[in-house]
């Protein structure tokens, strides 16, 4: 396989960097005596600050979050704040390198509206911000048992991080990190066997564009997650939607295209048992894909495992993070490396 920055053996590791999020998130609070708790106790609501990457810790919390934490959350991710954002904000800055621009301008602005700021990266200049401005900052550890290599491949110790600074402070009280550590490591071995189901995933959507759909929630961010693993590391267009939104308008989208997109979508439904209630859910999306199935190459669904809404959402992540592997090994390109991005941002 072509991997020149060990993006494979990196995901092998996701369990320890579970555990290793955990911990460097309760040595930060130790070691961080200044760190004012009194402010946070006092937030009426949250931001989460980040990008790419880093940004889908936003996402994270908010889906996780739904079920108990009970200020508001906002997911920013771009570098202006919202009007909202006060003394009275936790703010939590979210940059593996540190140095994202959008990032860096949001979490100064925030300083000068006076939101308590937590910081998550493995340096950069956020932690050095941070360090000046005595905000907590929360320093990822990019050599678990295997390095960490990209920000997006740190996912597992970022979302950890964040979730047990978030436990420790009493704003999230079910906390179920604990759950998913053997459940990762369980799928980790079952889904890096040859022919394993991600393969025949990754094998199955051929040369097609894959279009991702879950329910709002846990599965829009395994989507989500799912679309930029694709993009990234198979580097090949991939969409996603989240239903029930999706009932409302893009289904009518594949009304008159049938002959074009039957040759270019393939479409990837994430399902799991934390899904929005109260509606015929279920039905709708046996309903959408029966519509959608003669408009597209192939219709795919992928069920979550694990006992807990945490577990289940690392167990699509691991999932997709798998497929979108096998995809670029079989497309032959090094998943590694976004020169892409590395451009855009060298050009700005
Ligand atoms: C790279 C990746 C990107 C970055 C994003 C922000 O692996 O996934 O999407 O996460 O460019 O950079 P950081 O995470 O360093 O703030």
């Not at 179920?176 to 079952?190: D, F, G, N, Q, W």
């Not at 989208?253 to 015929?280: A, C, K, M, Y």
Request: net charge negative; glycine share 8%.
């Amino acid at each position: 396989m072509l991997d020149s920055l060990g993006m494979f053996t990196t995901l092998l590791d996701s369990s320890n960097q579970i555990k290793a999020g955990k911990e460097i998130a309760k040595d930060a609070l130790v070691k961080h005596k200044k760190f004012d708790v009194g402010n946070i106790e006092n937030a009426e609501n949250i931001v989460v600050a980040g990008m790419g990457g880093s940004g889908l810790i936003g996402d994270l919390i908010s889906a996780v979050g739904a079920f108990d934490i009970e200020l508001p959350i906002h997911i920013l991710k771009s570098s202006s704040l919202p009007a909202f954002v006060s003394q009275k904000t936790l703010f939590l800055a979210v940059s593996f390198s540190g140095n994202t621009a959008e990032t860096l301008i949001a979490t100064e602005e925030a300083k000068n509206r006076g939101a308590s700021i937590v910081s998550i990266s493995t340096g950069g200049r956020l932690k050095e911000l941070s360090k000046n401005q005595g905000f907590l900052s929360i320093e990822i550890n990019p050599e678990v048992s295997s390095p960490i290599p990209m920000p997006r491949a740190g996912f597992f110790q970022m979302a950890a991080a964040a979730l047990t600074f978030l436990t420790e402070v009493n704003l999230y009280k079910n906390n179920h990190l604990e759950k998913a550590v053997p459940h990762i490591s369980k799928r980790v071995e079952e889904l890096a066997t040859e022919r394993s189901s991600a393969y025949n995933l990754a094998k199955d959507l051929g040369g097609t564009i894959p279009l991702i759909s879950a329910a709002s929630g846990i599965g829009a961010v395994a989507a989500r997650r799912l679309k930029n693993q694709i993009n990234e590391n198979s580097k090949t267009p991939a969409f996603f939607s989240e239903v029930p939104e999706a009932f409302h308008n893009e289904l009518v989208g594949w009304g008159v295209q049938g002959d074009v997109t039957r040759q270019v979508f393939s479409l990837v439904t994430l399902r799991s048992d934390f899904e929005p209630s109260g509606f015929n859910l279920d039905k709708a999306i046996e309903v959408a894909t029966e519509m959608q199935e003669e408009v597209v190459s192939n219709c795919f669904k992928v069920s979550a495992e694990g006992s807990t809404a945490l577990c289940q959402l690392f167990d699509l992540v691991v999932f997709g993070d798998f497929v979108s592997l096998y995809l670029a090994d079989l497309l032959g390109v090094d998943p590694g490396p976004i020169p892409a991005v590395d451009e855009l941002k060298s050009r700005i």
